[in-house]
């Protein structure tokens, strides 16, 4: 697969194998830049292993994934750098404060940091009153902000995130959606997987992992990135 | 400085902090505890002060055929009041004998050669071949050292009557050896007797070297800082997704680890310094640790070191906190007490005792006595470190199979 000029992220004939179980496999596909793309599937069908692969925290059995012109698996220490990842369970230490788990991650010193929490992209988030409190005796919701923040906290030009709104209540998933509304507005480009309608609707395009591999899924024709009824139809004839 | 070191040590300090945040917990855990060894430590030292437990010992000794001298002499040492007190000498055959020594009836086997008391008459003096039982319960320590005294005077006592034999012969007194070897004669038997004068340079006791108080002091110390480990059970637990999450920034799960154990090291470190500072402003609590000093500190690092390792390897094999909790209390009650920290070693069952020297609380034992007596070698040093390291890579291999499982 080449690469054309609009193209940020592409992956090419990505495959994992556990043993001999085969988990993924052929996975291709490219993004543009400012894209937000979605990955539906049923649980357990290979969507976080993708990402944690896509992420640089999983090694694949086969297959290259590019940042631009840079296969990104022989230089994993790239990924850091750009790509910001939001796994399932929140990756903070829950017995430091919210600035703690923030300066860990932020790519500035501490100074600076205090200023893209008053100016910058991180100030959308609001946790400039809870700087202090322990990440413990946070709620879900705000934990799960927490995440995403500290994963915007080095300005990454791409973010994967693997169900950012599971188990939150309504009101979450809303500022969550926002949140990622606002990070595409300033050019960020988006791969996500979810189950939630509201998270897909920001989708420009939607694919389904199947059967091991990757399908385009977008209802093309209204341009609605997730037809419930067809998803339906989709994961029954596969299965 | 890059980025990855950056970033190693922004983590370093944020472990710093996270294991000084246990540090209530920790305090908390020392008080409650304390009072609870505290009552060990006191009735401990009550088994130690009572002489109740002392047996009189029973010494089988083989005599030559028909060596009725002998037989006589030793009959005599029986009646002796101050030997009546402490030994009673059995007299039986050889193979008799070796069977009680060995099913531990007696502690010791004398065999008497042939023509021994005329060999003492004359000045021969052929030796007697003793025998001493495997065990090491208090009876045999107090007769091995009774038997080292009664050695090392006798082999004084000759050799100053020996020495003053020579000088009357170099200067022809040969009129006065006589009167000169009963005077000395005399005078040696009568310092002999007195074992005072040998015990008064010679400690007998059940805590190598060390005073009561140290000795419970040592494991006073060890059992709470084993203890305190009950606080930090969260603070290994780590959130797998963090895990792979620093990975991803070029921190590996062994530097990750590794900062993590020397962070709460050093936060122990750190709580125990003021302990010792305060601790030295008290006379009754500064004659116990002579040797108080900055090396004393510093040679409280490794073996930090090495149970916070322990700590990080229970909690790999335990998973869960309450069970790590359990595994903790049980492991260091047990551990302590088969290496003679809560009760003297001497005390103990031969098979537990021996079991004890494989347990790292020996060790640690042995190390801080070490440190108090100010008889650390670079050797045990470098042995604490390595037994921290052990623990340490055991840990770090058991929590990377447990995340890749």
């Known amino acids: 697969m080449m690469n054309d000029f609009s193209t940020l992220i592409s992956a090419e004939h990505i495959s994992k194998k556990y043993g001999h179980k085969e988990i993924l496999s052929d996975i291709s596909f490219c993004i543009a830049r400012g894209e937000c793309i979605g990955i539906l599937g049923k649980n357990g069908c290979g969507k976080s292993t993708l990402l944690n692969i896509l992420s640089g925290t999983l090694s694949p059995s086969s297959g290259k994934f590019f940042y631009q ?25 829950e017995n430091l404060s919210v600035f703690d ?14 200023e893209e929490l008053t100016q910058g992209i991180l100030e959308k988030f609001g946790f400039y009153h809870y700087l202090k409190y322990p990440v413990s005796k946070l709620s879900g919701g705000m934990k799960r902000r927490l995440s995403i923040a500290c994963a ?46 509201g998270e897909i609707k920001l989708c420009n395009r939607t694919f389904l992992l199947t059967e091991r591999t990757l399908l385009p899924f977008s209802d093309e024709k209204e341009g609605n990135p997730f037809n419930k009824t067809l998803f339906l139809e989709r994961i029954k004839e596969n299965s | 400085m890059n980025w990855r070191s950056r970033k190693l040590f922004v983590y370093l300090q944020l472990q710093l902090k996270n294991a000084f945040l246990f540090v209530p917990k920790i305090f908390l855990i020392f008080v409650i505890f304390s009072g609870l060894l505290f009552g060990i430590g006191i009735y401990g030292n009550q088994i130690l002060s009572e002489n109740s437990s002392v047996e009189e010992l029973s010494i089988a000794v083989v005599f030559p055929k028909k060596d009725y001298l002998s037989s006589m002499t030793f009959s005599f040492l029986n009646k002796m009041q101050s030997v009546r007190e402490l030994l009673t000498f059995v007299p039986m055959e050889r193979e008799e004998a070796f069977e009680h020594l060995k099913k531990e009836d007696v502690f010791a086997v004398i065999e008497i050669p042939d023509l021994f008391i005329e060999g003492i008459l004359n000045g021969s003096n052929v030796p007697a071949k003793i025998s001493l039982s495997e065990k090491h319960s208090l009876e045999n320590i107090l007769f091995r050292n009774l038997l080292d005294a009664g050695v090392s005077i006798l082999g004084t006592a000759q050799a100053g009557i020996y020495a003053v ?22 005078i040696y038997l009568s310092f002999t007797l007195n074992r005072d004068t040998y015990f008064k340079s010679k400690k ?24 305190s480990g009950m606080a930090i059970d969260n603070f290994f637990k780590e959130n797998v997704s963090f895990e792979k999450s620093i990975t991803r920034e070029g921190i590996l799960l062994f530097f990750s680890q590794i900062i993590k154990v020397i962070s709460l090291t050093f936060c122990y470190w750190i709580l125990l310094i003021p302990c010792f500072f305060i601790s030295s402003f008290f006379p009754d609590i500064r004659i116990h640790l002579p040797h108080l000093s900055i090396s004393f500190y510093f040679l409280l690092f490794p073996f930090l070191f090495s149970v916070i390792s322990f700590f990080y390897l229970l909690h790999e094999i335990s998973q869960k906190s309450n069970n790590y909790i359990l595994l903790l209390c049980a492991l260091s009650t047990i551990f302590l007490f088969c290496s003679g920290g809560i009760i003297p070693k001497q005390f103990l069952p031969s098979s537990i005792q021996k079991l004890g020297l494989f347990l790292p609380s020996s060790f640690w034992l042995n190390y801080l006595k070490k440190i108090i007596l100010h008889t650390t070698t670079l050797p045990i040093l470098f042995s604490c470190l390595m037994l921290g390291s052990c623990f340490f890579i055991l840990a770090l291999f058991l929590h990377s199979f447990s995340n890749h499982k």
């Open chain 1, 69 to 93: 012109e840079q296969n990104l698996f022989q230089y994993p220490k790239l990924f850091s750098r750009y790509i910001g990842y939001v796994p399932q369970e929140n990756p903070l230490m």
């Open chain 1, 101 to 114: 788990n923030l300066r860990f991650w932020y790519a500035g010193t501490g100074k600076n940091l205090k």
């Open chain 1, 152 to 197: 915007l906290a080095k300005n990454p030009p791409i973010l994967l995130l693997d169900e950012p709104g599971a188990s939150l209540d309504f009101s979450c998933k809303e500022d969550i959606k926002n949140y990622l509304s606002f990070y595409l507005s300033c050019g960020g480009t988006i791969l996500l997987t979810s189950h939630e309608e």
């Open chain 2, 165 to 186: 034999d020579d000088i009357l012969f170099s200067y022809q007194m040969f009129d006065s050896i006589p009167e000169m070897e009963e005077a000395l004669n005399q």
């Open chain 2, 204 to 227: 007998v006791g059940l805590t190598d070297h060390l005073s009561t108080i140290q000795f419970y002091g040592v494991s006073f110390c060890l059992l709470l800082i084993l203890y």
